[in-house]
């Protein structure tokens, strides 16, 4: 049993790492984003449990982050700002949460003496595949103030374990999806108005392709790297090295859901046409090597898990279907 803070918690990825990391028998602190409604958004959906504790605040604060920091063995640094198109129109607020807010947790990490520091980046840092599959020397293309912030974020992450030697790994998982996802992100979209009843979906460029990944699998991938002696000082993706476009995705997603739903096309959804990835496809032979890590969820079987949950009503009642979420 281990002392754990997962930063990020309330959201779809950290609550689901939260999960398994109670599932192991850790003790986990959940940072929640402070707001006045003492809400803890995703984490509401986990049971109470005498292992879990959490906490409200903001990782933009560095006094604050000393203090969670405190008695803690291991850090999962996933608290960030990540829809990508409200990325345009806020770029300060990206750097502020995912730049300054790394620099406070590594420093408070650093005070701290925490064991393992597992930070996370993206997939987005590589932009456009300039070759396919993306290992980690693949080039950083910043194509979005959103992944320009995540570059940073991870430089300033790495420049404490060059000048520091804090024990921490940089963990760049792919396209993640399932439940509780945010309704920004296409699946969801997709699921979510389907089941709400439209016939007709509009939908921005459906030409890209992706390495979707199943969450439970970028959980155990993160886990992994936290477990693995050899992983600190690297960059590990974590990745299904299957590659499926977007649009072939929406159809499964229909094939699955019985549905005759129409796509189409709305200018208004694309990317300005230097800030979309058009290829992604993850090479994840370090982290087979590194951990023996080896997706369990193909993309049909997590599809549906993912429809599954959307459809009960008591879920996509969380989600407001009919507006286009930045």
Request: aromatic share 10%.
């Amino acid at each position: 049993m281990k002392n754990i803070l997962v930063t990020g918690a309330d959201g779809f990825i950290g609550s689901h790492l939260v999960e398994q990391l109670l599932a192991q028998g850790h003790r986990v602190t959940a940072l929640s984003m402070y707001n006045s409604f003492n809400y803890w958004g995703w984490l509401e959906a986990i049971p109470d449990h005498a292992n879990l504790s959490i906490v409200s605040g903001d990782v933009r604060d560095p006094h604050f982050c000393r203090t969670i920091a405190r008695d803690q063995e291991c850090i999962f640094h996933l608290a960030a700002l990540i829809a990508i198109p409200y990325s345009y129109d806020a770029p300060a607020s990206y750097v502020d949460t995912n730049v300054t807010g790394t620099l406070n947790m590594c420093k408070a990490a650093l005070d701290a003496g925490v064991g393992r520091f597992i930070h996370t980046s993206t997939s987005e840092v590589y932009g456009t595949a300039q070759y396919v599959p993306i290992d980690e020397k693949h080039p950083l293309q910043p194509q979005s103030p959103y992944s320009a912030s995540k570059i940073g974020a991870d430089a300033m992450a790495m420049s404490f374990f060059n000048a520091f030697d804090l024990p921490l790994t940089i963990a760049r998982p792919f396209n993640t999806y399932g439940p509780r996802q945010s309704a920004r992100a296409v699946i969801p979209t997709i699921i979510g108005q389907i089941a709400s009843g439209e016939t007709r979906i509009k939908l921005g460029d459906v030409t890209p392709t992706r390495d979707f990944n199943y969450v439970t699998d970028t959980c155990r991938g993160f886990i992994a790297l936290a477990e693995c002696d050899t992983a600190v000082g690297k960059t590990v993706n974590i990745g299904s090295n299957f590659e499926i476009s977007v649009g072939d995705t929406l159809s499964l997603i229909r094939e699955l859901m019985g549905s005759d739903v129409e796509f189409v096309h709305d200018s208004a959804r694309d990317r300005p046409g230097k800030s979309e990835v058009f290829r992604l496809w993850c090479d994840n032979g370090l982290i087979r090597e590194l951990t023996g890590f080896e997706p369990e969820v193909d993309i049909r079987t997590g599809l549906q898990r993912t429809i599954d949950w959307f459809v009960n009503p008591t879920n996509l009642a969380k989600y407001k279907t009919a507006i286009y979420n930045v």
